[in-house]
């Protein structure tokens, strides 16, 4: 029996998705939870994973299309499963899915090399207007090539020749494709040139620039929202702690000498997080209607700044973890959010957020809580500073401000203080840990 995939809702306000770019072509083989589909959110282009193994089949969107959310964007059948019979997806006649598996089963795959049809879908080549010069008339790569070529030169608007994720992506970033040297055939922009020109390229260029105007809608027009919403709805409260990182700092020393491994201080602050939620479930709870839910996992989410706005992946189960599985975990989430490859189980689940600006020379900030959760944590740089010792003299020290932001309807002060307390002691005795 066939499997829908469906196109799943990543945001609560979502109501569409975008498809991008398809990972897999009719026919290939695929494994659980493998992605097959790249498609936009308000906030990140994200991946859409196989809920089953089997072959890809019944593919019922284009690059390009603008999906319904919970739509079926394409199937997954065992192998000598035929497709007949199939549901058609929802805004589309069943004449239309009809042909467009004739399309692909009958048509597409014998009559184009899969390497041509990727490489068509990525240029944007229609292929039903491509002669195929290969034997009984398939169509080949060099006939795609030919193709994207002369749609480039026959274009009379001027426009730069790109694929629709590489367009879609330099809207998000704020980069004119003018700007972008392009690695495709004939010269056409690839996503991965616009990626790589928005690595090299600082976000004044890309988006602020004197005298012009920054659109105010898609993730920096969600982000606005939710934290409009979250300051207006929830009474918010704030401690700051200083903590000395000394012990921290040796920790790391320690194990890089040891593993070779370089552990980030915001995976140290991960685990110890997770450490002190779990003495402090009320921190790690949500909110629901005349009740407080104590949750049973501990899922961190961690702020990420893209150049169009911020994005929480999370880190599911950190209190099951030691600091070397988080540190890994934390480098490999970071990375996706910059490259584009999230994946929707990324982005669901969170408990507790922590939002780091160290790296960006804040001594202390406040955040706003991200709903539904009921606390945030700020942390800021690590810093030389002098403080007392235990003879009442100066001793300089490095330190960090770390501020709790919480919803004072769920903690009260002492709650989130206790809290704080122990996250500090934590941090100042590593050894409270398990490592």
């Avoid at 072959?55 to 739509?71: F, M």
């Avoid at 491509?130 to 080949?140: I, K, M």
């Avoid at 993730?219 to 919403?229: D, E, S, T, V």
């Avoid at 507790?352 to 740089?381: Q, W």
Wanted: overall charge neutral; charged content about 20%.
């Amino acid at each position: 029996m066939s499997t829908p995939i469906i196109m799943p809702k990543f945001g609560f306000n979502q109501e569409t998705s975008e498809i991008l770019e398809w990972l897999k072509k009719e026919g290939d083989s695929i494994d659980k939870g493998d992605p097959v589909a790249v498609v936009s959110t308000e906030k990140v282009s994200m991946e859409v994973e196989a809920p089953e193994s089997g072959l890809l089949a019944g593919l019922q969107y284009k690059v390009g299309e603008t999906v319904n959310i919970a739509s079926v964007i394409a199937y997954i059948v065992k192998p000598g499963e035929k497709l007949e019979g199939l549901a058609p997806a929802p805004g589309k006649p069943k004449s239309e899915v009809k042909e467009n598996q004739r399309a692909n089963v009958e048509e597409n795959i014998p009559s184009i090399t899969p390497v041509a049809s990727k490489l068509a879908q990525e240029l944007g080549v229609d292929i039903g207007t491509v002669t195929g010069s290969g034997p009984g008339g398939r169509v080949t790569r060099e006939d795609i090539e030919k193709a994207a070529s002369n749609k480039s030169k026959n274009s009379s608007t001027g426009k730069i020749p790109a694929t629709p994720a590489a367009k879609r992506v330099a809207n998000e970033s704020g980069i004119s494709l003018n700007n972008v040297s392009a690695s495709g055939p004939a010269g056409v922009v690839l996503s991965a040139d616009v990626l790589k020109t928005e690595k090299v390229t600082s976000s004044t260029t890309k988006i602020a620039k004197p005298g012009g105007i920054v659109p105010f809608s898609g993730m920096r027009k969600a982000i606005a929202l939710n934290m409009q919403r979250s300051y207006q709805e929830i009474p918010h409260i704030t401690l700051t702690y200083e903590v000395d990182m000394q012990a921290a700092s040796q920790l790391r020393e320690k194990v890089l000498k040891n593993t070779g491994k370089k552990i980030s201080f915001t995976a140290l602050i991960v685990k110890a997080v997770a450490w002190a939620l779990g003495r402090n479930p009320m921190v790690n709870s949500r909110l629901e209607t005349d009740q407080i839910v104590l949750l049973p996992s501990i899922n961190i989410g961690i702020a990420v700044a893209l150049e169009v706005g911020l994005i929480v992946p999370v880190l599911h189960d950190a209190n099951l973890k030691n600091i070397s599985e988080i540190n890994v975990e934390v480098e490999e989430l970071t990375t996706r959010s910059t490259n584009n490859r999230l994946r929707q189980s990324d982005l669901q689940g969170s408990t507790f957020t922590i939002s780091n600006l160290g790296m960006y020379g804040a001594d202390k900030f406040t955040s706003i809580i991200n709903p539904p959760e009921v606390a945030i944590l700020a942390v800021g740089r690590i810093r030389k500073q002098f403080v007392a010792d235990e003879m009442g003299q100066p001793i300089l020290r490095p330190m960090a401000s770390l501020t709790l932001s919480a919803d004072h309807r769920v903690l009260d002060g002492v709650v989130a203080a206790r809290f704080m307390t122990d996250l500090r002691d934590c941090l100042e005795q590593p050894g409270l840990m398990a490592i």
